[in-house]
Structure formats: structure tokens, C-alpha cells
């Protein structure tokens, strides 16, 4: 198994603990390189990670995998299924015109990544055998 593939299967094991303990479905994980996420959109390769409302779809960028991220990443994705799958109510299209640490959304998410880290971080490490 590729260094990827291993990884990106630790993080979906990580992620559907997390989704168990807050008793919501489990968002898919997709771990690719940069030159993939290059691929997307421009300027991807120096993104770490977005949420796919869409696809329900974390995806993260494998130069920068790191709990904090993942943890920002997955309360978009509580936030939207919080919503009722209503993306506009989720992430409201006003809220986009601000700079990013602005937006509520995505203020919320960052303390919801701060305020789990310490939680997870054992599951984490055991999970995916990442320092960080
Ligand atoms: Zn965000």
C-alpha cells in the first residue's frame, strides 16, 4: 500500500471514531498531492484542506496533514449537516464577501479545531501515528 493510500485509510478510521462519538455519518476523506490539488484549482497545492458540502467530502492536501486541520475541516461538515444540508444556511453567501477569519462559519470552525485537538489527540496519534 502507498504511503497515501495508508494514510488516507488511518484518516477515514480516525474520522469515523470521531463521527461515532458525535453520532452523525462520517464525511468521505480524500488525501491527494499537491500537484493534484493544483489540478482543482489554481493556487490548490498551497491549500490544506476544504470541505465539499456537495459530496460530503473532506479533502485535505497529503504536504499538510495535521489533527488541527483535520478537526477544521470536519466541523464544516457538522456545520452542514447542523443546517439541515442547507449549504446557504451553513455557509451563507454573505459571510463570503468578508476576509476569511471573518466569517462565522469559519471562526467557529477554528475553535472547534482548537477546543478538540487536546481531546483527540491520543486517538489521533494511536489512529494515524502522527506526532501532530
Ligand atoms: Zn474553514
Not at 52 to 64: A, C, H, T, V
Request: hydrophobic share 35%; with cysteine; net charge negative.
Amino acid at each position: 500500500m502507498g504511503e497515501i493510500a495508508d494514510l488516507e485509510r488511518r484518516l477515514r478510521e480516525f474520522i469515523s471514531k470521531v463521527s461515532s462519538d458525535f453520532g452523525v455519518s462520517a464525511p468521505t476523506i480524500e488525501l491527494h498531492s499537491p500537484e493534484e490539488l493544483e489540478m482543482y484549482f489554481t493556487g490548490g497545492s498551497e491549500v490544506a484542506g476544504w470541505y465539499s458540502s456537495d459530496e460530503e467530502k473532506i479533502i485535505l492536501n497529503s504536504e499538510f496533514v495535521d489533527l488541527e486541520t483535520v478537526l477544521h475541516e470536519y466541523a464544516h461538515h457538522l456545520q452542514f449537516l447542523r443546517s439541515g444540508r442547507d449549504r446557504g444556511a451553513a455557509f451563507p453567501f454573505y459571510e463570503s464577501t468578508k476576509p476569511h477569519c471573518e466569517r462565522g462559519f469559519e471562526r467557529e470552525a477554528k475553535g472547534f479545531a482548537l477546543a478538540y485537538r487536546e481531546f483527540y489527540y491520543n486517538t489521533w496519534r494511536k489512529i494515524t501515528g502522527r506526532e501532530r
